[in-house]
């Protein structure tokens, strides 16, 4: 898990072809303006999909892993609040991996709540289970995915 500003992304670069491209477009794209759903960067090896949703609270964000994608998630406009553990202390599966969607979700609890501004973003890998829209009130979000094969 990587938490900084996106004005920092740069330092990221490193992390691979993809993972610079994606942050490449975070900023060169107006994000505010994009509308919402899914805009496609480099087809299903990296694409963007920008959401509005309410906070859900604490007791609302389940904790969800993916096995082939990363996630880069940016906060536009709201407060959010993520809970984070690691996967390999999740033991109590609520859904079962569904390979078309890339996702699992666990019943376990977050380790650490990490509070995201707007401007800020936080990359998740496959060992990072995390509880995004764990915050209150209106959110706009852009999440990166990122495939790893």
């Known amino acids: 898990m990587i938490l900084d500003t996106l004005d920092d992304a ?11 491209r994606g942050f490449e477009f ?3 794209t107006a994000l ?13 090896r990296l ?25 880069i998630q940016v906060l536009l406009e709201g407060h959010e609040l993520i809970g984070w553990r690691p996967l ?3 033991l109590h599966v609520s859904e079962p991996y569904d390979p078309e969607r890339d996702i699992a979700f666990y019943a376990d609890e977050p ?15 496959p060992h990072d289970a995390h509880a995004p829209l764990a915050g209150s ?13």
């Open 10 to 20: 740069g330092r990221y670069y490193g992390l691979g072809e993809r993972m610079r």
């Open 26 to 28: 975070l900023h060169a």
């Open 32 to 44: 505010h303006s994009l509308p919402q759903g899914r805009h496609e960067i480099d087809g299903a």
């Open 47 to 71: 694409f963007v999909i920008v959401n509005e949703d309410i906070g859900r609270g604490h007791a609302g964000a389940r904790l969800e892993t993916h096995r082939h994608y990363a996630d």
């Open 88 to 90: 390999a202390e999740c």
């Open 111 to 125: 380790r650490v709540w990490l509070p995201l501004a707007a401007g800020h973003f936080v990359v998740f890998y």
């Open 137 to 149: 009130g209106p959110l706009r979000k852009a999440v990166v995915k990122v495939a790893l094969d």
